[in-house]
């Protein structure tokens, strides 16, 4: 609940930016006369330019926002760190396939993030950790 708390209000602190910059925008260049946009997208030069640079900043804002989210802890949010390269290129087969690791330093989990993808896209697999130094602290026998 925290995780999506967070993305939201990173989502709003954009679209406020970008509201405030919009704003900002049209005071320095004035709407044009006409409403809409001549086909020949040569009318009014100043607003299409603009507009164009408006959406390239928003898409963006809103890549690095889930760019960034996806590499945060789902508990604590902190950025995940010490990627680890996990499994082989050459011995997929034996030894698993290759992917990222990244941990939670407090140890609240782990993001694997595969390199190879067979089917498309493939999810990040987050893997919890119930108690990683509880674990850790339990005598070996
Ligand atoms: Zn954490």
Do not use: S
């Not at 609940?1 to 930016?17: N, S």
């Not at 993030?113 to 005598?139: C, I, R, S, Y």
């Amino acid at each position: 609940m925290k995780y999506w708390a967070y993305f939201a209000g990173k989502l709003t602190a954009i679209g406020l930016l970008l509201a405030a910059l919009w704003f900002g925008a049209r005071l320095v260049v004035p709407r044009a006369e006409h409403a809409f946009v001549d086909e020949r997208l040569n009318y009014d030069m100043k607003n299409v330019t603009l507009a164009y640079g408006f959406c390239l900043l928003a898409a963006g804002l809103l890549y690095t926002a889930v760019w960034d989210q996806r590499y945060r802890c789902r508990t604590c949010l902190r950025r995940l760190r010490m990627p680890v390269e996990r499994g082989d290129w050459g011995r997929t087969l034996l030894v698993g396939r290759p992917h990222m690791e990244y941990i939670c330093t407090y140890g609240h989990g782990t993001l694997k993030v595969p390199e190879l993808q067979f089917a498309g896209k493939e999810p990040n697999d987050w893997d919890q950790h119930q108690d990683m130094w509880k674990e850790l602290e339990t005598p070996r026998r």
